[in-house]
T-cell receptor, first 111, second 112 residues
């Protein structure tokens, strides 16, 4: 099993640009989570999906953030327009219902 | 709602020694799971060990074991024969089903 796959691993962009982060969950896992991790705020849950349906997006910081899961094997997190305070490591995790398995994360830097 | 508290922001241990990381939690669920995750400098979040709340027997994974005290809502992680590669941030988590609540983390340093 390849585990949770995230791309890109690193992203550097300029303020105002659109950023799209991608995630491929582990096959057979029915839940998918997007987290953001910063030194100041720790690990924050942004949104999670169950069977491709968004269940709770209360952690999404503002309308600039959006997430989609068009099918069971793919999800995106989009930031438009990006701001320097969005700089963080973004994790995707998937779950078979008893614990979460994390991807390697995407380190985003917004200049 | 669930809360997870890790009262030790930092811990250190000598190589080959044993260290225990503390975690307390609160949940209104009767059926839940508890986890320890490890995050080394690579930033990868690695599932170390899992405990089902309905099981009285403490989970063990090689050098990692837990002390689960359900009544006290305590879930500590013991690392035996510490190795340099154990140096990482350790997160305790609690949840039912797939959604988890994480603690703030404990940074473990292993001294050679």
């Amino acid at each position: 099993d390849a585990g949770v796959i995230q791309s890109p691993r690193h992203e550097v962009t300029e303020m105002g640009q659109e950023v799209t982060l991608r995630c491929k969950p582990i096959s057979g896992h029915n839940s998918l989570f997007w987290y953001r991790q910063t030194m100041m705020r720790g690990l924050e849950l942004l949104i999670y999906f169950n069977n491709n349906v968004p269940i709770d997006d209360s952690g999404m910081p503002e309308d600039r953030f959006s997430a989609k899961m068009p099918n069971a094997s793919f999800s995106t997190l989009k930031i438009q327009p990006s701001e320097p305070r969005d700089s963080a490591v973004y994790f995707c995790a998937s779950s078979p219902d008893r614990g979460q398995f994390f991807g390697p994360g995407t380190r985003l830097t917004v200049l | 709602a669930q809360t997870v508290t890790q009262s030790q922001p930092e811990m250190s241990v000598q190589e080959a020694e044993t260290v225990t990381l503390s975690c307390t939690y609160d949940t209104s669920e009767s059926d839940y799971y508890l986890f320890w995750y490890k995050q080394p400098p690579s930033r990868q979040m690695i599932l170390v060990i899992r405990q089902e709340a309905y099981k009285q027997q403490n989970a063990t994974e090689n050098r990692f074991s837990v002390n689960f005290q359900k009544a006290a809502k305590s879930f500590s992680l013991k690392i035996s024969d510490s190795q340099l590669g154990d140096a990482a941030m350790y997160f305790c988590a609690c949840g039912r089903g797939s959604r988890l609540t994480f603690g703030e983390g404990t940074q473990l340093t292993v001294n050679p």
